[in-house]
C-alpha cells in the first residue's frame, strides 16, 4: 500500500463503516492529513463525521479500507503510540465523583510529557478549584476539564470532535488561543485534527478544510486555496435576455427576472469574462466566507 | 503591531494582512530595516494560525518587501524594488475599478472624482 507518506500525520484509504446491516456511515472515505497545523472537519450531522473521528482514533474498526495514523494501524497502537495523539470525544464523560485535583494527577500518571504548569495555570485561567468534583461542575466547564487533560499530554496529533459547542463566546476564544499556543509550542511538530459546527471557529484557526458528506470526503484542501477559489457571480444587463444562459460546473444557479447567480469555483477570473461575453452579459465576483462555502457545497 | 483582520470576511486572512503590511510599509509607518515581529509572537498576539503569519511574511518577501535575516529575523527591505509602471497599475486597478463604480453609482462626474483623488492625494502626501 502506497499510502505511508510521512508527511501525512493521518491517511485513511476507502474506508468503509457499516451500522447494521445496509447502513452505510461511511463508504469509501479517504483522507489525508498533513503533519503540522490544524485540520478542520466539516460536515453535517449524520454525514458520518464522528464515526470517521472514531476509526481515525482507533475506537471503530473499518469493516474495509485501511487507516493509518503515524505511520501505524491505531488498531495496534502501543501504549506508547497512544502518548502521542490526544482525543477529545463528542460527548466526553469524565467520572463525576472525582475530584478535579485527583482527576488530573490519575491522568498525569500516564503521560511522560505531561505539562504541569500548563495544568495549573489553565485550572487558574478557567477560574476551576481542584477541590470541586467533576460532577458539580456545568457541562462547559467539564469540557473545558477534558480538554485541559487532552492538551496536558503535548500530543503530536490532537483529535478534537465538536470541542466547543457547550462552551460560551469568551471560554471559546480561550479555547481557540490554547489551541494556537499549542501549535507555537510544537513549532510545527504539531497536528490538530478538529470537528466544529461553529465554522468561524474553524475559519479563525484552520488552515486545512476537509468536507464530509453522504459518508465520503468532498473536498480536502487550504482554507486559502478554498476561499480563494469558491465565489459567487452574478451575471448581469445581458444583451438578449438570460433565458439560455448556463456556467459549466456550477455548484448552485439561482435564476432571476434579469440576472443569474452562480456559484461556482473559479480557478481563473478569465473563464469568467468568456462566459459573460459568450452570454453578452456583464458581471461580478464576490468572496465567500467559510460558512456560505460550507452551504453551497454541501447542499448542491 | 495591531492588524484588523476579519476571518470571516470571506479574504483570506494572509491576503488582509499581506494589504495592511503593504500599506504601513508605503506610508512609512513600518520604516525601511525596521525589524518585524517574530511569527510566533505576531500569531500570539493577533490570534491566528502561526502557518498564516509565516504565509504573509513569505508573500511580502517574494514581493521584496521584506527580508529574512538568518538567525535575526524579518525585516523591512532597505533598498526595496520599486515596482515597475506596469506591476503599480495592475497592482492598483481593483481599488480604482471599485471607486469609478461607486462615483458611477452616485452620479459624480470624471471631473469631480478627479479632483476628490487631488485632495486625498494631497493630504497623503503632507
Redo the contacts between chains.
Keep these: 500500500m502506497q499510502n505511508n507518506n510521512p508527511e501525512n500525520i493521518i491517511e485513511a484509504l476507502n474506508v468503509n463503516r457499516y451500522f447494521g446491516a445496509g447502513n452505510l456511515a461511511l463508504g469509501n472515505f479517504t483522507v489525508s492529513v498533513p503533519r503540522g497545523g490544524v485540520y478542520g472537519f466539516l460536515g453535517r450531522n449524520g454525514a458520518g463525521k464522528t464515526t470517521a473521528i472514531k476509526i481515525i482514533a482507533g475506537l471503530l474498526r473499518p469493516d474495509f479500507g485501511t487507516v493509518r495514523v503515524l505511520g501505524k494501524d491505531p488498531f495496534t497502537f502501543t501504549p506508547a503510540d497512544r502518548q502521542r495523539v490526544g482525543y477529545m470525544s463528542e460527548k466526553q464523560i469524565l467520572p463525576v465523583n472525582y475530584r478535579v485535583g485527583a482527576l488530573v494527577k490519575f491522568c498525569a500518571a500516564f503521560y511522560p510529557r505531561w505539562h504541569h504548569e500548563l495544568v495549573a495555570q489553565l485550572l487558574g485561567k478557567f477560574n476551576i478549584s481542584c477541590q470541586r468534583k467533576i460532577g458539580q461542575l456545568s457541562q462547559g466547564t467539564q469540557r473545558q476539564v477534558a480538554f485541559i487533560l487532552a492538551l496536558a499530554q503535548r500530543p503530536e496529533l490532537l483529535i478534537l470532535d465538536e470541542p466547543a459547542a457547550t462552551l460560551d463566546v469568551v471560554a471559546r476564544r480561550e479555547f481557540l488561543d490554547e489551541i494556537l499556543r499549542l501549535l507555537r509550542d510544537a513549532d510545527g511538530g504539531t497536528t490538530v485534527f478538529i470537528s466544529s459546527h461553529i465554522l468561524s471557529d474553524i475559519e479563525r484557526i484552520a488552515d486545512h478544510i476537509g468536507i464530509i458528506a453522504g459518508g465520503q470526503l468532498i473536498v480536502s484542501e487550504p482554507l486559502d486555496d478554498l476561499a480563494e477559489s469558491v465565489k459567487k457571480i452574478r451575471f448581469h444587463s445581458f444583451n438578449n435576455g438570460a433565458a439560455n444562459f448556463a456556467y459549466p460546473g456550477a455548484y448552485r444557479t439561482i435564476s432571476g427576472r434579469d440576472e443569474v447567480l452562480v456559484t461556482a469555483r473559479v480557478r481563473d477570473p478569465l473563464t469568467v469574462a468568456q462566459c459573460a461575453q459568450r452570454h453578452g452579459a456583464s458581471y461580478e465576483i464576490q468572496d465567500l466566507n467559510l460558512e456560505d462555502i460550507f452551504y453551497e457545497i454541501s447542499t448542491r | 503591531m495591531f492588524l484588523h483582520l476579519n476571518?470571516?470576511?470571506?479574504?483570506?486572512v494572509?491576503?488582509q494582512m499581506v494589504r495592511q503590511l503593504k500599506q504601513r510599509i508605503a506610508t512609512g509607518q513600518l520604516a525601511d530595516g525596521q525589524q518585524l515581529p517574530s511569527v510566533?509572537d505576531l500569531?500570539?498576539e493577533l490570534?491566528?494560525?502561526?502557518?498564516?503569519v509565516a504565509?504573509a511574511y513569505q508573500f511580502l518577501e517574494r514581493d521584496g518587501l521584506v527580508e529574512f535575516r538568518r538567525g535575526q529575523g524579518t525585516f523591512v527591505a532597505a533598498d526595496r524594488d520599486r515596482f515597475s509602471k506596469a506591476q503599480q497599475q495592475k497592482l492598483i486597478a481593483p481599488a480604482v475599478a471599485q471607486v469609478v463604480s461607486e462615483a458611477l453609482h452616485l452620479g459624480l462626474s470624471v471631473g469631480q472624482l478627479q479632483q476628490l483623488i487631488r485632495q486625498y492625494y494631497a493630504k497623503q502626501q503632507s
Design positions: 476571518p470571516q470576511s470571506g479574504e483570506p494572509y491576503r510566533r500569531s500570539a490570534h491566528v494560525n502561526p502557518l498564516t504565509k
